[in-house]
């Protein structure tokens, strides 16, 4: 979907302007047919984002992230989950310097909690999970890096089609007033790297190198080269130190 919404963006002297015709080519419905109360602020949250820090940013947050992660094309697999992961990273990590009506140094997120006392979601993590325990409307979550626990509360409609107990995947879990619930993109990693991730994430540790956001970077862009090279090991792909 294009979003063609009139957008304010900023010219060279900090000014604001409207600019009706310009288009952006990334869905910012992230509920498919439903939608929760949790999608519906998202999409508000990010329309709130987009008309403040201006198209140019976003498409700027867009590429950054492309960069982190690998670059994800249309005909791609995982487009659909890799572009809620990008919102969610545009909304919740990234911050910005200068740029339109948003504090130097806010994410989206926390510059519109200054603005604004009504929220649904307070607080996310964003980390590498593995599924311990399944049931009819929660699933069980271990935070491999941390080792912490999280109880995610099924939201109405939601399937947790797919999901199974030992699954690895890397995502955002959104932790609201009552209960926790799973982002829309979400990277799963093959059963057959498990081994390998834990490895890898204990050698950082132990070297002193640790940085959460740089090994979900990594672990994205090997995910998605090996989505493009099927006939590869996954082993030696998750061997690849450099992503």
């Excluded at 960069?67 to 992961?85: A, I, P």
């Excluded at 990234?94 to 006392?117: H, I, K, Q």
């Amino acid at each position: 979907m294009v979003f063609s919404e009139s957008i304010e963006t900023a010219d060279s002297e900090g000014i604001l302007h409207s600019s009706p015709s310009m288009a952006l080519a990334v869905d910012l419905h992230v509920g498919g047919a439903y939608h929760s109360p949790v999608d519906v602020f998202l999409e508000d949250l990010i329309a709130w984002a987009v008309r403040r820090c201006g198209i140019e940013e976003f498409v700027k947050a867009k590429e950054e992230f492309f960069q982190l992660t690998g670059k994800v094309f249309y005909d791609d697999e995982t487009y659909h989950s890799r572009m809620h992961y990008f919102l969610e990273y545009f909304l919740f990590e990234r911050t910005f310097n200068s740029s339109g009506r948003l504090r130097v140094g806010a994410t989206p997120f926390e510059a519109f909690l200054e603005s604004s006392a009504e929220t649904v979601i307070s607080g996310f993590t964003h980390s590498l999970f593995a599924v311990i325990r399944i049931q009819n409307q929660a699933l069980t979550l271990k935070d491999i890096f941390s080792a912490h626990k999280y109880r995610i509360q099924k939201q109405s409609e939601e399937l947790f089609k797919g999901i199974s107990k030992g699954d690895i995947f890397q995502g955002f879990v959104f932790h609201l007033e009552e209960h926790s619930v799973l982002s829309r993109g979400l990277i799963f990693h093959p059963a057959r790297a498990h081994r390998l991730l834990k490895k890898s994430i204990k050698e950082e540790k132990n070297r002193g190198f640790w940085n959460p956001n740089q090994m979900l970077a990594k672990l994205a862009r090997q995910q998605l080269k090996l989505a493009r090279l099927k006939h590869v090991d996954p082993k030696l792909v998750y061997m690849d130190s450099s992503g």
